[in-house]
Nanobody, 120 residues
Framework: QVQLVESGGGLVQPGGSLRLSCATSGYIFSINAMGWYRQTPGKQRELVATIRSGDSTNYADSVKGRFTISRDNAKNTVYLQMNSLKPEDTAVYYC??????????????WGQGTQVTVSS
């Protein structure tokens, strides 16, 4: 069974930086895409950034120029470098993976979430 485990969240002052990591465990045949989403109470989960095989990336307009998604293919791990953080970035951040566990079995997985709080 594939699992995703996020780390790196915490409390940071406005203008500060954090780096989130999402490590995978279990057998993975191949990965289509990995990404980060976030959610605040009472709101729908929203896309932050994704990275596809071939390393093409996509960002929410609200984080462009401040956040960078990257991936270590050897470790099947994805990172989110967050700079110039704002209070409105406060949310639970979730890792997502769209992957194959064998040549024909495609599934989507979510991590348990990590809290990011931006406050002075």
């Amino acid at each position: 069974q594939v699992q995703l485990v996020e780390s790196g969240g915490g409390l940071v002052q406005p203008g500060g930086s954090l780096r989130l990591s999402c490590a995978t465990s279990g057998y993975i045949f191949s990965i289509n895409a990995m990404g980060w989403y976030r959610q605040t109470p009472g709101k729908q989960r929203e896309l932050v950034a994704t990275i596809r095989s071939g390393d093409s990336t996509n960002y929410a307009d609200s984080v462009k120029g401040r956040f960078t998604i990257s991936r270590d293919n050897a470790k099947n791990t994805v990172y989110l470098q967050m700079n110039s953080l704002k209070p409105e970035d406060t949310a639970v951040y979730y890792c997502n993976a769209d992957l194959y566990t064998d040549w024909r079995r495609r599934s989507e997985y979510w991590g348990q979430g990590t809290q990011v709080t931006v406050s002075s």
